[in-house]
């Protein structure tokens, strides 16, 4: 008999990741953990950016430890390797037998995960592999996934849109040459509700900035954010700009 799957999910704080767990524990997946990179210079999460008191917030919001990977700035692709590895090991020590991502269709991605994975022993995950992203990303807005934009690519996606909601309004002001979710790396975002979460996790936009030819929103944890902001540019529920 097939051992069943204990499931570490690797876990970017954003929409994806998010929508990923929700499938998973749909399907009947036992998700023990989440695995998330760290920029150890600035304590956030790498390329989202989001504070790690919020990241770590998520994982309470959903119920499940955070395994935190470490990895310096700038980062060499042997220290990442060689970091993730130390996670891996010490994750299958813990008896987990599979590693779920929320990747949606780049294949070099998947491949390189399937390649690195393979001298592990644990097996790769894809739950959302290949869905038509339009239709996905309507879904999640549906089921009542809420998320944030952080990250901007201002060559592809309008700097005005970092610190939008993840919504239908949004989806109809993006270029029709940008992926619905994102998946080129046209934008990150951060989850801040949804079908996987207990609870919200309340959030203030902060001050935007440009860095490294990318547009960041600083989210901040906010405990009396609630449903009652209102505005015009689509913020979601638990999310209030700052004073």
Not at 125 to 142: K, N, V
Request: hydrophobic share 45%; with cysteine; glycine share 6%.
């Amino acid at each position: 008999m097939t051992r069943p799957a204990r499931v570490l999910l690797a876990w970017s704080s954003g929409k994806d990741s998010a929508f990923t767990l929700h499938v998973l524990r749909a399907q009947g997946v036992e998700v023990v953990g989440l695995l998330t990179t760290i920029n150890e210079a600035f304590d956030r999460v790498a390329m989202h950016a989001v504070r790690l008191e919020l990241l770590r917030a998520q994982a309470d919001a959903v119920g499940l430890p955070l395994a935190e990977v470490r990895i310096p700035w700038p980062c060499p692709n042997e220290a990442y390797e060689a970091a993730m590895a130390a996670a891996l090991d010490a994750a299958r020590g813990r008896g987990v037998t599979a590693v779920a991502f929320g990747d949606l269709f780049l294949e070099d991605v998947r491949r390189y995960r399937e390649e690195k994975l393979a001298p592990t022993g644990l097996e790769p995950l894809f739950p959302l592999w290949g869905r038509p992203t339009r239709a996905l990303a309507e879904e999640m807005i549906a089921l009542g996934q809420k998320a944030v934009l952080t990250c901007v690519d201002p060559r592809v996606v309008p700097r005005e849109l970092a610190g939008r909601a993840f919504d239908k309004a949004l989806l109809a002001e993006l270029p029709a040459s940008v992926d619905p979710c994102g998946e080129r790396g046209e934008f990150h975002s951060f989850a801040l509700d949804g079908p996987a979460f207990r609870r919200p996790v309340p959030v203030r936009v902060g001050e935007i900035v440009e860095r490294d030819g990318f547009v960041f929103a600083d989210l901040v944890a906010d405990p009396v954010a609630d449903a009652s902001w209102q505005g015009q540019d689509s913020r979601p529920d638990p999310v209030r700009r700052s004073a």
